[in-house]
């Protein structure tokens, strides 16, 4: 998973190409580069680490040029170098980006070896602007020459191409990878995302899979996978500048915590009416369909996975229904049973998880009654191939760390709780209850902010320690388990889960005054069984910081009661998890880490 951007224009394009790929480093960080048309030759500029390094050579070296493509990268074939950052090229004439990866790269590099082609990388990607030259050179034209090249290449690409024999074109293909093209004044432009060019212009073009386009600064062409000139629909966007800055925060994290009661408005407006949830919320026709529902399967990956977990227990409990839950990257191989009842419901915030969209993929071969996509880009893949699909409304989210868009998620998986219980007119009375209680779940979250002081006074004692445990029971456990998750990709600090009655069968063997405890503690039917679960903690040596319901006491000794906002017990998960983000944001502060940009990863997981 990688951000591509080019542009083709009558003005120099350098500066808004670097620009554009600042906007897409959330979709990799390790090397970046760029290759610029100029009238003396291609500028083939590239850096190891983020774009600002690839800025800094721009700035010293000023390339001008109207013409050019850029990438962003995250690694996959070949570590992190200059020499595998992209573009890559075919003997100083083609250049070319990538995202996405080529399953048959090593039967195509041979092959190309075989015909005299040199390879300086270890990438899969270096391949293509092989295969482009060596049909370039058969007389074809880079349409033609992409076309041919795709017949070859197997697995999911999106391609920005560029060559040094025309000044004005450049070529883009799209298979299974976001590509998109941008409509401005004079200029046209491709990316991933449209968040690279939202400064540019507002209106998009999303390509379909097989689709190539030949751009220049005043035309586009676009050809399906039939080599057809198709017309494609233009989708107007507008994404302010205000939301895709920090303003006056340090970090996307935290401005993305800080908009939780605001994104959660966002998600619920217009959503409920009176005591219950309004009818067709999931898209027309959906709430009849939810009356067949007999059993819902949720697919998801990392936080978004974690949401469904929430959920799973709230369509048992307020909408009777059982529930299955996978992994995405696991679902497909352990051939799961599908009665035709069945919902399948993905949930992403980006919506272009590669391991989510193959799982749905392969349910859509299944005999499911349906599928519903819940995700926070209308314009992402999952939305585009679901049945259903239900937006969460959170605005862009940045940093890597999913905060904002888990929060809003869960809001989301409520509402479908509560659609699926009236659909099949269950629950009345005590789903009043919870449209009231989501009502005032924007006011709860702000009040749930205000540990924040407590959060700081903790996390010293938790930013000089190598472990820590999160514990939480029933519906707490997967909050917990993104507790951990969280603490652990920001600030490096290894985290595990356990539902806090498994610690005694194993867990409760690591516990001494190094190994920070953070528990939930709730008001619930089982709240004094937790309470002598940390009972156990203590007795060990654990130092223990209880997130607890106002009613609970006890002693903590050297660690921390913070008590939460009173709040309904259908909200609470929501209510609790916002500390938890307070606390790895403080934590990772203290240890320095690259809070938006963690090492290793990326925001938007495009391959599987
Ligand atoms: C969590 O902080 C991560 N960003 C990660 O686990 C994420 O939730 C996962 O990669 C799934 O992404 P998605 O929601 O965009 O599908």
Redesign the pocket.
């Known amino acids: 998973m990688c951000g591509i951007i080019a542009a083709a224009s009558n003005r120099n394009v350098g500066k808004l190409l670097v620009q554009g790929l600042h906007k897409m480093e959330y979709r990799g960080y390790d090397s970046a580069g760029i290759a610029l048309h100029q009238d003396d030759g291609i500028a083939h500029l590239r850096t190891l680490g983020k774009v600002q390094l690839l800025e800094e050579k721009m700035i010293s070296e000023k390339p001008k040029s109207k013409l050019g493509i850029a990438h962003t990268r995250w690694a996959t074939h070949g570590e992190p170098s200059e020499t595998n950052a992209h573009p890559h090229k075919s003997q100083d004439s083609i250049y070319i980006v990538h995202n996405g990866i080529i399953e048959n790269y090593v039967q195509l590099k041979e092959d190309l070896k075989q015909s005299g082609y040199e390879f300086l990388s270890q990438t899969d990607s270096e391949l293509i602007a092989h295969l482009l030259d060596h049909y370039i050179n058969q007389g074809q034209s880079m349409v033609e020459a992409m076309y041919a090249a795709k017949e070859k290449l197997e697995g999911a690409y999106a391609i920005a191409a560029i060559d040094i024999k025309d000044n004005t074109n450049l070529v883009i293909a799209r298979n299974k990878s976001p590509l998109l093209i941008g409509i401005g004044a004079d200029e046209m432009f491709a990316a991933s995302d449209p968040l690279a060019i939202a400064q540019q212009t507002n209106d998009f073009i999303f390509l379909e899979d097989g689709d190539v386009a030949e751009i220049s600064a005043n035309t586009y062409k676009i050809f399906d996978k039939s080599k057809k000139e198709v017309v494609r629909e233009i989708t107007r966007i507008n994404i302010s500048a205000e939301a895709t800055s920090k303003g006056e925060y340090r970090h996307y994290m935290e401005k993305e915590i800080y908009e939780q009661p605001e994104a959660v408005s966002n998600t619920i407006d217009g959503r409920i009416g009176g005591e219950d949830v309004l009818d067709n919320i999931f898209g027309l026709g959906s709430s009849d369909l939810f009356s067949k529902v007999r059993r819902i399967q949720i697919v ?6 974690h949401a469904g977990r929430v959920a799973a227990n709230w369509f048992s409990s307020i909408a009777e229904l059982p529930c299955q839950i996978d992994y995405a990257s696991e679902y497909r191989y352990r051939n799961p049973h599908v009665d035709e009842k069945s919902l399948l419901v993905t ?7 590669a391991d ?1 969209l193959a799982a749905l993929n392969y349910a859509k071969e299944k005999d499911y009654l349906s599928t519903l996509t819940i ?2 880009v209308p314009t992402s893949s999952l939305a585009r191939e679901s049945d259903f699909s239900f937006f969460t409304n959170a605005g862009p989210e940045i940093g ?4 904002k ?2 929060t809003t998620q869960l809001a989301a998986l409520m509402l479908l709780a509560l659609s699926l219980a009236k659909s099949r007119n269950l629950n009345p009375k005590l789903r009043g209850r919870v449209v009231q209680a989501l009502r005032l779940l924007p006011e709860t979250i702000a009040e749930a902010l205000n540990s924040k002081d407590q959060m700081t006074e903790i996390a010293p004692d938790i930013a000089n320690k190598d472990n820590a445990l999160f514990l939480g029971r029933g519906i707490f456990y997967p909050i917990a388990k993104e507790g951990a ?2 603490l652990k ?1 920001i600030s490096y600090i290894h985290a595990e889960a356990y539902p806090a009655g498994e610690l005694k069968h194993g867990p409760l063997a690591l516990i001494d005054e190094n190994m920070p405890v953070i528990a939930l503690a709730p008001e619930s039917e089982i709240a004094e069984k937790l309470i002598s679960n940390l009972e156990e903690v203590k007795a060990r040596g654990g130092t223990l910081y209880v997130c607890a319901d106002p009613s609970v006491n006890m002693d903590v000794k050297s660690g921390k009661l913070i008590h939460m906002p009173e709040c309904d017990f259908f909200m609470s998960p929501i209510v609790y998890n916002i500390p938890l983000q307070i606390l790895s944001y403080e934590v990772a502060l203290l240890r320095g880490t690259d809070i938006d940009q963690p090492r290793n ?1 990326a ?3 495009t391959v599987e």
């Open positions: 998801a990956c990392g936080t978004s996975l949930i992403s915030q980006s919506g272009e998880t989510t995700c926070n890597v760390a999913s905060t868009a888990f998750l969280k990709e990863l925001k938007s997981v």
